[in-house]
């Protein structure tokens, strides 16, 4: 079955770097997916993993291990506009994008 | 560029009636996809348009709901008559297959339905 699993809530304090993570049980990989989400907001792309290791970009890195089932969303020099969802997400096949519960990130100064 | 956009952005309906929410993907993204997210709930496929026909609609819950995409562009979703548990935010979402393609889906800022 499809299962994507990662954890409800974290807290992070400004500046810092904070690491979520992801795995995942699914048929048919063909990519990963990390979407940033303000409240009330539109998910937004923040990165796409296909190939094991890290991706990275900016403050931003992205890493994968097919192997594994594992994934991790890096936020260096964390800011308050942080603070927001972040959702993991796996293809499957060539059109089925699977998401997870999210990860409520909070920044505090 | 226009974005995907979803209307209404917020409906109160009573249990029983009726509710229809509009998505129009960004011009030219065949795929439509329709996503629900229930209040602590992972976001849950509903279904996934190829143009005008359904590709996939396997993650409609009931016969309640009812999708269409007349001529391939905008979508509607009718949820007829509304349950408690139809509550929820209801997203839509378009991707271009064509070059230059990112894979990325990109979202509407999501229909919030309220049954009372």
């Known amino acids: 079955g499809q299962n994507i699993d990662q954890p409800t809530e974290m807290t992070a304090t400004e500046g810092a770097i904070v690491q979520i993570n992801c795995t995942y049980q699914t048929s048919g990989f063909n990519g990963l997916f990390w979407y940033q989400q303000h409240a009330g907001e539109a998910p937004t792309f923040l990165s796409y993993?296909?190939?094991?290791g890290l991706e990275e970009k900016g403050r931003f890195s992205s890493f994968l291990s097919r192997s594994k089932g594992y994934s991790y969303l890096l936020l260096k020099e964390l800011q308050m506009k942080d603070s927001a969802s972040y959702l993991c997400a796996v293809i499957e096949g060539t059109y089925k994008y699977i998401f997870g519960t999210g990860t409520r990130l909070k920044v505090l100064a | 560029e226009a974005g995907v956009t979803q209307f209404p952005s917020h409906s109160v309906i009573e249990k029983g009636q009726t509710v229809t929410l509009r998505c129009d993907p960004i011009s030219g993204h065949d795929n439509l996809y329709w996503y629900r997210r229930v209040m602590g709930k992972e976001i849950k496929f509903l279904l996934h348009?190829?143009?005008?026909?359904?590709?996939?609609e396997s993650g409609m819950p009931n016969n309640r709901f009812l999708a269409e995409r007349t001529g391939g562009t905008y979508s509607t979703l009718k949820v007829q008559p509304a349950e408690l548990e139809d509550s929820g935010v209801y997203f839509c979402?378009?991707?271009?297959?064509?070059?230059?393609?990112?894979?990325?889906?990109?979202f509407g800022e999501g229909s919030r339905l309220t049954v009372l």
């Open positions: 993993n296909v190939l094991d």
């Open positions: 348009f190829v143009k005008e026909s359904k590709q996939d």
């Open positions: 979402a378009s991707i271009q297959r064509e070059p230059p393609n990112t894979g990325e889906l990109f």
